[in-house]
């Protein structure tokens, strides 16, 4: 077995000192807090973009009707759905380049292997 010390390995070294300092109190670890948003900033939100409910919807590969039970109140979007629409908002384009980048075929999932399957609204 080699002593030598990998690159990976001395990320993952550095990584744990800096948890080891955040549990210990001695330094602060950014962090990006996402509020819940009100039904009417969805709503606000999908009518800036001109775009009908399913329109939207299926722009942006969500569920029409979560979509209307989060703008009516009835729902409150989980953690993921409020980032989405937190990058919809502030870069809608970037969703949707996003989301018509073509899969790599015979790979796992990756940050740059292309988006996960999303199926269209028939199915």
């Known amino acids: ?35 819940d948003p009100a039904p009417g900033q969805i709503v606000a939100l999908r009518k800036r973009m ?11 590969g969500l569920d029409a009707r979560a979509l209307q039970d989060w703008e009516q109140g009835r729902r409150v979007p989980d953690r993921a759905a409020r980032v989405l629409l937190t990058v919809i908002d502030s870069d809608p384009e970037a969703v949707v380049r996003a989301l018509a980048a073509p899969a790599t075929p015979n790979e796992g999932p990756t940050a740059s292997s292309g988006p996960l399957a999303v199926p269209d609204a028939a199915g």
């Open 50 to 60: 001109k775009l009908s409910r399913q329109k939207f919807a299926d722009r942006f």
């Open 1 to 35: 077995m080699s002593t030598e010390r990998t690159e990976a390995g001395l990320e993952i070294e550095k990584a744990l000192g800096e948890v080891l300092a955040h549990v210990r109190g001695e330094t602060a670890l950014p962090c990006r807090i996402v509020d």
